[in-house]
């Protein structure tokens, strides 16, 4: 059986190896006694364009609200409510504060989800006050804010605000994630109102001799 | 499956080997005074015939003039179970332990002594479980609220 030549070469080989041999030579002639200058003229005008005039509160609450920090502090059954809103239905990493931190000295905001027993009260209180400074609460559902159904009871805290102070408030038997992440949304409103002070402290120079 | 022991065989027995230890042979469950109880107890799980060495639970019930306590126990080798019960005052409510004979009783005799204020004698830890030390009051008796 014969080969069916159906297409023939536009170039023969020795016309492909000439070309490249004239394209090598043409880059070598161009190139060889030239050098690119490094893109470093940039680090000398950064005073010229990179100023940003804005107030320090701005910056700072910006800073504070887009990546908070979640403490593990699920005494109870919100807490699945809670793992969902974290889950990819949800997905609490559209907001930058995907991570649930291990630790409350990383975290900056406890989500209060469940029953609260006055056995457990300390420990939760502990983990508040490991939580370094800024640092916020939501209490998520009936149970978080009130005690919920388990108000009466002779070991529930009727409330977490008996023991932290509270700053938003998230109401349901649980909350439907939705709910809790309007719940956030509220408290970054919130942060983004706060006022920072900054002191200065100067060592005052005594004029006395 | 498990089948539950029949109580007038059992009861046939335990009378003619403690007469007046056991006090009302129901169609579920066995009532025995609260002084022999031990003993009984001790028969049943060393005894080759019955054999119960598997202890299911023990808990107490509030009944307004005493308070009744209950052991299920379980023969793993006759793959038989049975119902104990023992009751005690109001007032100075006591029961022997059985921690020597089960020792899973320890956590739910604890438990009992925690909610109902039943002290179970010969106990070797007998303390708070779910609350805390120094709370008043037994929240499971009737009488809490």
Sequence with gaps: MEIDITREQVYSPAEIDKHEGENI??????????????????????????????????????????SLFTAVCFPACCGIEMMAMAASRFDLARFGMEILRASPRQ?????????????????????????????WVIAMGACGISGGIFRSSYNVVPGYNHIVPIDVYVPGCPPRPEALLYGIQMLKNKIAREHTRIELKFKAESTEP | MTIALSTGNIGKVLNNKFHSAIKEISGEAIIIDRDSLFDVAEFLRNSDEYAFDYLNYLTAVDYYD??????????????????????????????????????????????????????????????????WEGFQGHPLRKDYF
């Design chain 1, 25 to 66: 030579e043409s880059l070598k002639k161009a190139s060889l006694n030239r050098i690119i200058p490094d893109r470093i003229e940039w680090l000398e005008e950064d005073i010229h364009r990179n100023i940003l005039l804005t107030s320090a509160d701005a910056v700072i609450n910006w800073a504070r609200r887009s």
């Design chain 1, 107 to 135: 975290a900056d905001l406890m989500i209060t989800a469940g029953t609260l027993t006055w056995k457990m009260a300390p420990q939760v209180k502990r983990i508040y006050d490991q939580m370094a400074e800024p640092k």
């Design chain 2, 66 to 131: 005493y308070f009744e306590v209950v052991y299920r126990i379980t023969s793993l080798k006759h793959n038989r179970t049975l119902i104990l019960k023992t009751r005690c005052d109001r007032d100075n409510p006591s029961v022997p332990s059985i921690v020597k004979l089960w020792k899973g009783a320890d956590f739910q005799e604890r438990e009992v002594y925690d909610l109902l204020g039943i002290v179970f004698e010969g106990h070797p830890n007998l303390k708070h479980i779910f609350l």
